[in-house]
Structures are given as C-alpha cells and as structure tokens.
C-alpha cells in the first residue's frame, strides 16, 4: 500500500486568490489524481497528474483554473486559481501502482473560500 | 450523469446485526469494483473489491456481492461494530488505472 500526505489540510482563503495543494507519496505509483467532493456529493475527478507533461483534464476542469505538475513519481500539485465561493469544497489526491486497480488516498483538503 | 449511484445516504444498523449497503451502476464495461470507507477528515481508506468475473468476494467481516444482469453490488458487514461506522463509496472503473467512477456515499452508523 502507499501512505499519501496533502498539505494544507484545511485553508480559508478569500475569492480572487489562488491556493496551492501539494500531495506527496511514500513510494512510487503510476497514476497520481486529483479529485474535489463537494458537500453531499460523490468525488469527482479533476485530473490525471502525468509525470513531466501536463496534466490530462476531465471535462469540465481546465488547466488555467486547476493547473497541476507532476515533476516526480512520488509528488504532485494542485493550484486553485483565481478562487471564488463554489470552488470550496474537498480536494484529494491519489495514487495508483503498477497494475493496480486499489486507488490510495491522501487525507483532503477542506478549503473554504469567502 | 451519476454511472454510480448509491441511493440510501445513510443506514443505522444495531451492533452485532448485518450491514447492507447497496450500489447500482449504469456502465456495462465496468469491470471492476471497489468499496472505500470515509471517517471524517481522513481520506477514503480501500476496503475490498471484486472483478467482474466473480459474484462474491469476501474478506473477513466484510462480503462484496456482484450481480452483473443487474448492475448492482452490495456490501455486506457482518457483524456490524460500532467502528464501522463511516461513510461508505462504492466505485467502478472500466480498465487497470484508468477513472474511477464514485457513488455518492451512505453513511453508516452502528449503534452499540
């Protein structure tokens, strides 16, 4: 199995600005995601992190709101950009080895923006 | 559109009784499924799973049901603990490493 970290765990921010996420992995995985949970919602997934190229988006999420690096197999970030009140919400991140269909998580960040 | 779907938000179970949790999924080429347990301010920790080519899949207290005609899998905790208690997904995915589609959880609470 793999232990993931986020930091921040929790942030406020104030709409216009931009926050990010870091998300590292005790060992090394091949897919790395980034997913958001709003309040009653199931998690939905905001990208597939690549490492050294960018990042391949769903739809709905684009690079210049959520632009994310991968620039090792163990570590990835998520930036929030230009924030407003509905991208608060949880943002996790995870990890999936070689030929693995199990999907690690790292706890989330609750980011609340007024 | 939700491909996962978890209609019960939430289920109170006594200790020591069984625990069903259902999940129906709209994607026939899904081909693998997997349960997370959510306590709060934590991240979804992996609990089991199963392959298309099973119905069944236990795992100590813990049994994942798959009916395929039907597009469903229920999870089934026996006997339930207080420290089940926990949000439950349930998630489908159609190829090793690619998405993940999430249900929107039912929150468990077993009740000493």
């Known amino acids: 199995s793999a232990v993931i970290s986020q930091k921040p765990s929790r942030d406020i921010c104030q709409r216009g600005t931009s926050l990010t996420i870091q998300c590292q992995v005790d060992?090394?995985?091949?897919?790395m995601f980034w997913y958001r949970q709003q309040p009653g919602q199931s998690l939905t997934l905001i990208a597939t992190?690549?490492?050294?190229?960018?990042?391949?988006?769903e739809s709905g999420f684009v690079i210049d709101k959520f632009p994310i690096s991968r620039p090792n197999l163990t570590f990835s970030t998520l930036t929030v950009s230009n924030m407003s009140p509905e991208d608060s919400s949880i943002y996790l991140c995870?990890?999936?080895?070689?030929?693995?269909?199990?999907?690690?998580f790292g706890p989330g960040t609750r980011l609340t923006v007024t | 559109d939700q491909q996962v779907k978890q209609n019960s938000p939430s289920l109170s179970v006594q200790e020591g009784r069984i625990s069903i949790l259902n999940c129906d999924y709209t994607?026939?080429?899904?081909?693998?499924f997997l349960w997370y347990k959510k306590y709060p301010a934590e991240g979804p920790t992996f609990l089991i799973s199963i392959s298309s080519i099973k119905d069944k899949n236990e795992d100590g207290r813990f049994t994942v049901f798959l009916n395929k005609s039907a597009k469903h899998l229920s999870l089934h905790i026996v006997p339930s603990q207080p420290g089940d208690s926990a949000v439950y997904f349930c998630?489908?995915?159609?190829?090793?490493?690619?998405?993940?589609?999430f249900g929107t959880g039912t929150s468990l609470t077993v009740i000493p």
């Open positions: 998630a489908a995915s159609a190829n090793t490493g690619n998405q993940f589609y």
């Open positions: 995870s990890g999936i080895a070689d030929n693995s269909y199990e999907q690690y």
């Open positions: 992190a690549n490492q050294g190229s960018e990042a391949t988006y």
């Open positions: 994607n026939s080429m899904f081909d693998y």
């Open positions: 060992s090394q995985v091949t897919m």
